[in-house]
């Protein structure tokens, strides 16, 4: 303990009394103020380590450790940590007030500007009785109140990394034979999900119609976790206050439910993480009933080093933990991509496996995830799904049209459909979108088979994937930010040799003997000539499924 916060300063006030009682009558006040380590102008130097508890309002804490250096009324240093890297920060400190304000680093791609580093958090308060009394305004613009103590570096520091399991090959699960469908709460409600949240979201699954296209499991993102009881039990907080009585209920009305958590100490929003106890927490899981886990790799990032053969690693674990753990589970891998995660995801469990940063309810950023999955789609196959991110459709950022290419997009790509909005409260519009049964058939074909890029013609771009029944489904997106004609030759789809599909059809002219359907008008399109062509909105697609007549692939 350094001397320079007011609580070592009567500490050391009281071991140095009878000193001080003969150094006052010689040297009087400036040996005092030396003691002290006040500045010049007769404040605390507030140099040093201190950890902000700020409570959440669910019984649990946000803890963040900051490294101050004050020099005169300036504060400068870091908020430091589990994180992967020390955020700087910056202010004043002036007449016992303190301000202080962080300085994300620049995103290197809006990919990159995920979590908690990037955003810019503000502290203002007071110092007083050795301790900061701070407010802060967080990345959701919620004003917090918290007290800040001294602490020690060691206590800032990540702990040693633990022994990882030799890497084998686990057995697949036998789960998610076709990509996940279900509802998450994160995109949102983040921090504001809750028992009673949860039970409305079920109800409404199941009123909306949703389960009965197949979307089943509702799943819990981060926040929910407390703590852990003296025997090491993981327990919820507040917001949750009886975790099995919740699966009870999900499961009363057909459905399976979901949950989150970290392979580090801490989540992603700074609660309690899995770390040095994942097959305690297996267990927990399968006691409450929970059927699909999402860990995210989140503080681990701080403690491991992130090669694909230590990643692998530290998945395994848990992956085995859950198949150890008695309950079929869903083991959903979140580590946003890293170290080329779809080519060991499947052996370290995984059921499906997060390929991007995170999601964001904007144009910009779902249409750069979604069109930087083509490269790997080959890796996507029953039960092991690539994942690039949860739904934004219905949460309001996005148009129709942007939507509808949200939701053609992940289903040629076999993506998992975890819708991300209000179930309670969607419009026609977004029911129709989420709901689209043949569209979500397309996501959901069991042959799985890679989509494919058809041509690219400006800012269109043409993808197509054959199905399980011969046809094949052909989304013309429009990128652009005007509406643009798109056109493929019917030949160009390759019905034949080349995939073994409709070998045996005599399709005369180009287009002869096929069926083509507009998925998104639900009608059928006339197929004659040699090309079809469409005018496409604006950020918009035209989806279709065309398949050889004599299949019948539409009943
Ligand atoms: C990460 C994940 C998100 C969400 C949050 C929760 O950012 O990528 O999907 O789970 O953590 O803190």
Redesign the pocket.
Known sequence: MKICDAQGWRRHVRLLSPFLAAACCLSGFFLLSALSQTSAAGQADLSGYWVLRTPRGDGTYRDTYLNLKQSGDSLTGAIVGFGPRAIPIGGTFTDGKVHLASLPPAASSPAAA??FSFFRMAYDGVYQDGKLKLQTENFRHQIQQGIAERTTRGATLPPAPPPLPALRDLPDNGLARTPPMGWNS?NKFAGKVDDATVRSMADAMVSSGMSKLGYVYINI??TWEGGRDAEGNIVPNKKFPNMKALADYVHSKGLKIGI?SSPGPK???GYEGSFGHEMQDARTYASWGIDYL?Y?L?SAGGIYKTSPEVLQALYQKMGQALQESGRPIVFSL?E?GDADVWKWGAKAGGNLW?TT??IQDNWARMDKIGFSQLDIAGYARPGHWNDP??LEVGNGGMNADEYRTHMSLWSLLSAPLIAGNDLRSMTEETKSILMNAEVIAIDQDPAAKPVKLLSKQGDIEILWRPLADGSVAVGIFNRGEDSATGSFSWSSLKFGSSLKFGSSLNLGTPSGGLLARDLWKHQEIPVTGDRFSAVVPRHGVVLLRISAASHGARE
């Open positions: 995920r979590g994160w993102d981060d989150y989540t992603c929003a999402k995210d989140c979140c946003y997060r940063g995170d991110d949860m």
